[in-house]
């Protein structure tokens, strides 16, 4: 417990760091007079400003480091799916009273794409 813990610590401690440092650049450019006008008055959130700017413009050029983790990882989390978790909702299917299978696990499994 203490292991996972101070992973978890660590892991929020290194993000939190690198959310900072954006700030921390920012207030020395503020300082500096070195204004930088955003790439569009619309939020990115809005719908409508992808038809006004150029979202990319507007991102951080060094964007969330997990996102990439997330790329690199998505084959072996779609490999996992179909060699592992698909085969396992079939067998349990065939014998639902002796694994529990239910309707609903039944609907979640035939909306799988």
């Known amino acids: 417990m203490r292991t996972t813990a ?10 939190a760091v690198g959310c900072a440092e954006t ?7 503020d300082a500096d007079g070195g204004y ?14 992808l038809v006004y700017t150029d979202v990319a ?8 480091p997990w996102r990439l983790t997330g790329f690199l ?23 639902p009273y002796l694994f529990g299978y239910t309707t609903e696990d039944s609907m979640l499994d035939s909306q799988r794409r």
Do not use: E, W
Request: hydrophobic share 45%; glycine share 6%.
């Open 6 to 15: 101070l992973a978890l610590g660590i892991l929020l401690l290194a993000t």
């Open 23 to 29: 700030r921390q650049q920012q207030a020395s450019a």
């Open 36 to 49: 930088t006008a955003p790439a569009s008055i619309y939020s990115v959130m809005d719908p409508t400003s």
């Open 57 to 64: 413009a507007g991102a951080a050029p060094s964007d969330n």
């Open 73 to 95: 990882f998505h084959p072996i989390g779609v490999a996992l799916d179909y060699g592992l978790n698909r085969p396992i909702y079939k067998l349990t299917s065939q014998m």
